[in-house]
């Protein structure tokens, strides 16, 4: 039996039925397949380099780039650049794009470069215009009269107008470790460079999405003070108080919107990022199981790292920062408990010439301890054969490493 293949996946009979008085009329109405478009082959004939280009410009500033083109046919090519729409929002105006030679012809196998000028006028509103730039009339075959037209030789424009803050704001991110049930302080410092003054409304915000397995703050959580404006050429503080609910656990998550009127702030410049990690202090502690047989020696190293200070925060009297973090080591033997004396080594990383602080912080000095390490290093010599045990317990730290060496 031969397969019957149909030109159309699904086949739509139409009966029509007329009555009268004396009788019923069905008309059986087939429709007419379509025909299929045939597929037009067509050559891409020139290279342009780049395909893409973007470029960041204040208001009433210009910039030029170069583009590459190059025909690889053996046919000559007229070269007419002109802008076409993009399929995006925020068309880029054709009167802010200039081309250096226009309606030329490109010989085959020849090369030139094209220099296009890109001025924002001085009124442009801030924001992103895109538009695609075709350097030739051929387009791509279309099936229908109301296709907009699609060219082949083009390249990708697309232009920030953007307006240079005069508020600076530091820090945007805050992150910490933190205890449940215990407040918090931290303070954001606000410089206003400018000659006239801004407003000044932070707000908390509810999140509109929730990310992962973050718990998010809610309003009664935090309390903000701070100022209803920014003097010109002044500096102000904004305090944020965080309360940490006695039942928190994990990851806390919040942000704290500014609402700063300064037109040259993005929505993101303007809002401050809380992240929090609460700490839960370890009711027992981490055990580790080892065997010992015929060994000669048996060394163990038990490594915490502490960083005073993480970049884009602001240092503050918690757990992790804290330079008093310990841990209790206990080693226990087939036999009991084995006393011994460790040995300590402490490790310090110091930069000069770097800060994380605020460039308006006058108590920062030029050393700066990035991060420190302590270690205890407890060796036993001639161990007796069995199980060992050794049991980690720490306080006021984030964790430790552990190593051990069994000759």
Not at 271 to 300: D, G, H, R, W
Not at 369 to 380: A, E, M
Request: aromatic share 10%; hydrophobic share 35%; glycine share 4%.
């Amino acid at each position: 039996m031969k397969k019957q293949m149909f030109g159309w996946a699904a086949i739509l009979i139409l009966v029509l039925t007329v009555s009268t008085a004396g009788a019923t009329v069905t008309k059986v109405v087939y429709p007419h397949p379509v025909t299929a478009p045939k597929y037009i082959k067509f050559t891409k004939r020139l290279v342009i380099s780049p395909t893409f280009k973007y470029l960041r410009l204040k208001r009433g500033d210009s910039a030029t780039f170069s583009v590459e083109i190059s025909n690889p046919t053996n046919k000559d090519v007229l070269i007419s650049p002109k802008i076409v729409p993009s399929y995006q929002e925020n068309i880029l105006n054709s009167d802010w794009i200039t081309f250096n030679k226009q309606n030329f012809t490109l010989k085959a196998k020849g090369e030139t470069v094209l220099n296009i000028t890109v001025k924002v006028p001085k009124d442009a509103k801030k924001g992103y215009y895109y538009c695609d730039i075709a350097f030739t009339n051929d387009t791509f075959p279309v099936y229908s009269p109301y296709s907009i037209p699609r060219y082949i030789n083009t390249m990708h424009l697309s232009v920030e107008v953007w307006i240079p803050p005069s508020v600076r704001i530091s820090p945007r991110y805050i992150n910490d470790v933190v205890v449940a049930g215990k407040t918090y302080e931290y303070v954001v410092k606000i410089e206003n460079t400018a000659n006239r003054e801004f407003t000044l409304n932070p707000q908390f915000e509810e999140p509109e999405y929730y990310w992962g397995f973050a718990t998010y703050l809610n309003k009664s959580n935090v309390k903000i003070e701070a100022p209803s404006v920014i003097p010109p050429k002044s500096e102000v503080k904004v305090k944020i108080k965080v309360n940490v609910p006695s039942t928190a656990e994990g990851y806390l998550r919040g942000s704290i919107d500014l609402n700063i009127n300064d037109p040259g702030l993005s929505d993101w410049m303007n809002k401050i990022s809380l992240n929090l990690n609460v700490f839960t202090k370890p009711a027992k502690p981490f055990v580790k199981t080892i065997e010992i047989e015929n060994a000669s020696k048996l060394t163990v190293k038990v490594s915490t790292s502490i960083i005073p200070s993480i970049p884009l925060t602001i240092p503050s009297p918690s757990i992790y920062h804290s330079t008093n973090g310990s841990m209790d080591v206990k080693i226990v033997s087939p036999s009991g408990i084995v006393k011994v004396k460790p040995k300590l080594i402490e490790t310090l990383i110091v930069t000069t010439g770097k800060t994380t602080s605020p460039p308006w912080e006058k108590t920062e000095g030029i050393y700066k301890v990035v991060s420190s390490s302590k270690t205890k290093i407890y060796t036993i010599n001639n161990p007796e054969n069995g199980v060992w045990t050794i049991e980690v317990m720490p306080k006021k730290i984030f964790g430790f490493s552990m190593e051990v060496d069994i000759e």
